[in-house]
């Protein structure tokens, strides 16, 4: 075989770089969105044999986005959830075809996550309760209240993203993970007794969806999806900025040399 021949032949197996790309994000979406629910509802396992505690859950759910965000933050930009991405999409960071590739993603390795786990752990803590993570309203808690609460906590949450995504704050992305995690650690520790502290679609899809367990379901899509699509378009018209860089002239550059002090 020729030469132009073998290069003909690697051609054709050869993708484009932006194929790749599209390819990396999805898996990076998927697999970050599977170890967010694997570890964050591990963490939920609660009975006499294993005892546990709010703060404990919320704080392991705080770790689990900061491991997720930190492994796959310069991939994707970790969104790992549904509402993140609407807002995303609305502040102009991804096209619609990528936020649905997106939500496919998320879907999935939520899914899987949630399959992995109740796959190795104990059938004793399986079945808890409504089943384990599945995310109810309190009894004492009414559906508009439920939905006003997980519409709160997610607007709170997109407002930590739209400030980490605006312009100005370009150069200080060094702790991003902890920031994150220590936003949905403190949104989970005030909300959870009430609704669950959701705050993600997809997070609450996949317990629901291995429980068949949908009672309340809408509220865990409409309220984080809303809150997440009203906070996004607030932020992006009142808050954002666009950073314009200064052109330094050669004349400017010659006057801050003649005021620098030689030794």
């Not at 739209?162 to 994150?180: E, L, Q, T």
């Amino acid at each position: 075989m020729s030469d132009d021949n073998v290069k003909r032949c690697f051609k054709v197996f050869k993708m484009k770089g932006s194929t790749l790309d599209t390819i990396s994000c999805f898996l990076a979406e998927l697999i970050g969105t599977g170890i967010l629910v694997f570890l964050g509802c591990m963490g939920c396992v609660k009975s006499d044999l294993f005892p546990n505690n709010h703060l404990q859950m919320v704080l392991n759910f705080g770790f689990a986005v900061l491991i997720a965000i930190q492994c796959f933050g310069c991939v994707s930009g970790s969104h790992f959830n549904p509402a993140v991405t609407v807002a995303a999409y609305i502040y102009d960071l991804v096209s619609w075809h990528m936020a649905l590739l997106y939500f496919v993603a998320q879907l999935l390795g939520a899914f899987i996550g949630y399959g992995l786990l109740i796959t190795l752990i104990p059938d004793s803590v399986k079945g808890i309760g409504a089943g384990l993570c599945v995310t109810l309203p309190h009894p004492q808690i009414s559906s508009p209240q439920a939905f006003g609460i997980e519409f709160t906590a997610t607007a709170i949450l997109i407002i930590v993203c739209c400030g980490v995504w605006d312009p100005r704050n370009a150069k200080h992305h060094d702790s991003v993970a902890i920031r994150f995690g220590l936003a949905v650690a403190c949104l989970a520790c005030a909300a959870g007794p009430f609704t669950g502290a959701s705050m993600n679609p997809a997070r609450s899809f996949a317990p629901a969806l291995w429980n068949k367990n949908f009672d309340s379901h809408w509220i865990y899509w409409l309220a984080p999806l809303s809150g997440a699509a009203v906070t996004a378009i607030a932020y992006k018209a009142v808050f954002r900025r666009e950073v314009v860089e200064a052109q330094v002239t050669s004349d400017e550059k010659l006057r801050q040399l003649e005021d620098v002090q030689l030794s």
